[in-house]
């Protein structure tokens, strides 16, 4: 049960300047009613006398306040108890996670909004559960059904042609998001190329060719352009998030964050895989959140606290890091943790299957509380297999370097 201690009950420390503000406060009273000070001086008791007094109730209060509060968190795991065993254990893991304060008055209301339901402790307020519903026909009647036109783009149909204007459309046959770009004919053959972008099998790759020959009304080729590398084919995509350093270089400005950190971690990052061919590159900050390993950082100093990491897990996937400076300014200072995440697996396209999370134990608590929003965007596949490393620093190095070593050549 998390809890905050009350410290015991100590013994009134006397010191020069209480003595003087009472002093201040007797001649204030005097001063406030000076035809009458004579008679207000008379009804004041001493300096000493206050301080004897105070020593005496002071003991006694702090003992009154430690004993209130004992009894509302005895009245609470009272209320706790009332529910049922399995509610119980759902209660008391909300209440480890929530950023509410770990006092017995915030433990009372808890119960209560649950009690009344307003809160569901399977589904808490202050975690990310919005599902992302996407539009998918898995079986089409026409091109038109499964694919919108969504703009164009400036596309080199052949080497050493000139960058022609094409169509892209846009739609989901059930394995994921796909980007169609209709390219001219400029080979011999005359035949208009599609490229697909995205997740999809040799069957949708067929379907998509059937119904842009009827829409088009003539012969067409269908290209699959950056074929993502999944586990059937023998290939798994990686994701390594890595906690931010005190070690950064100061260089003043603007420089990717990668190039930022100098730790330990980062430094055998780079050693390892010095051209990042190995594992797409994440990290978390106590100042920027979750940020792709390119993303432009200032110097720093900021550590993570642990109410700093309650509330980054209360804010969830649409809280932006960092945060404005004063209340009174916009929200739009920062970045989200989900697009941050969303850009290394081009927005869903290509799906991680093998995460690591470095970094201390308060860092790898707020990389546990985002993952399942990360799967719900599609960033991580449901059967992604998930890597912590946490230990001395020697051993996270050596380790790190193992999981590095273990995705040569995907």
Known sequence: MRFAKWPRPTAYEETSRKRAAFAHKQRREREALPLFADLIARGQHSVEEEMARRAEWWPRQQQDRRDARAAVWRSARASLFAFPEAQRRTIRRAWRDCPYPADPSSFADLLHHIRIGKVDPGRPPWKYHARLQARVTPDPRCFADAFRRVGQRRIEPAPGHAAVECPQYCGNLGHGILFID????????????????????????????????????????????????????????????????????????????????????????????????????????????????????????????????????????????????????????????????????????????????????????????FLEGFREMRCITPDGEITEINAGIGVMRQRLRTWLEQGRGS
């Open 182 to 369: 209709a390219v001219p004919p400029v080979e011999a053959d005359g035949l208009a190329t599609f490229h697909v972008r995205g997740v999809c099998t040799d069957a949708d790759i067929a379907l998509i060719g059937r119904l842009a020959e009827v829409e088009q009304g003539r012969p067409i080729r269908v290209v699959r352009v950056d074929v993502p590398h999944t586990r059937t084919g023998g290939f798994s995509h990686r994701l390594l998030i890595l906690t931010c350093s005190a070690t950064k270089r100061h260089d003043p400005g603007w420089m990717p964050a990668w190039e930022r950190y100098d730790g330990p971690l980062w430094q055998t990052w780079r050693s390892v895989d010095p051209d990042r061919k190995r594992a797409r590159v994440g990290f978390l900050s106590a100042r920027y959140g979750f940020g792709a390993g390119d993303r432009p950082i200032e110097d720093y100093d900021a550590r993570l606290s642990p109410d700093l990491a309650d509330r980054m897990i209360a804010g969830g996937m649409t809280t932006g890091w960092p945060r404005p400076p004063s209340p009174n300014k916009p929200d739009n200072y920062g970045s989200h943790p989900g697009s941050e995440i969303a850009s290394l697996c081009y927005h869903g396209t290509r799906p991680f299957t093998d995460i690591a999370l470095v970094g201390g134990g308060l860092y790898l608590k707020v990389m546990r509380a």
